[in-house]
């Protein structure tokens, strides 16, 4: 399995950007699909964007499509998730997941997930 750290989260003003980074461990991170999921306190863990091997195909859920891209860099074993125009209902804490599944359909498909990255948008 391959290891995955995210980073920048953090504290934004509704209407705002951060960007997200998940770093991966393992020389086959170009094999798998990445995804990042949300978590907010009380709800369920929800998809939010994904992104093939090739980065040629990008997934987003549809509260997010327009606001948030995913992208990655292979040489940098590295995954990002660009976030503008943040609202409040975005505050969750952000995970990054992996898999190698061809055509992931729920969380069950993914077997590696990162720590997760607190979002926390104020109104």
């Known amino acids: 399995q391959v290891q995955l750290v995210e980073s920048g989260g953090g504290l934004v003003q509704a209407g705002g950007s951060l960007r997200l980074s998940c770093a991966a461990s393992?020389?086959?991170?170009?094999?798998?699909?990445m995804g990042w999921f949300r978590q907010a306190p009380g709800k369920e863990r929800e998809f939010v964007a994904a992104?093939?091997?090739?980065?040629?195909?990008?997934y987003y859920a549809h509260s997010v499509k327009g606001r948030f891209t995913i992208s990655r860099d292979n040489a940098k074993n590295t995954v990002y998730l660009q976030m503008n125009s943040l609202k409040p209902e975005d505050t969750a804490v952000y995970y990054c997941?992996?898999?190698?599944?061809?055509?992931?359909?729920?969380?069950?498909?993914?077997?590696?997930w990162g720590q997760g990255t607190q979002v926390t948008v104020s109104s």
């Open positions: 997941a992996a898999t190698t599944v061809v055509a992931p359909q729920n969380l069950a498909d993914f077997g590696s």
């Open positions: 992104i093939r091997w090739s980065g040629s195909s990008t």
């Open positions: 393992g020389r086959t991170f170009s094999s798998y699909v």
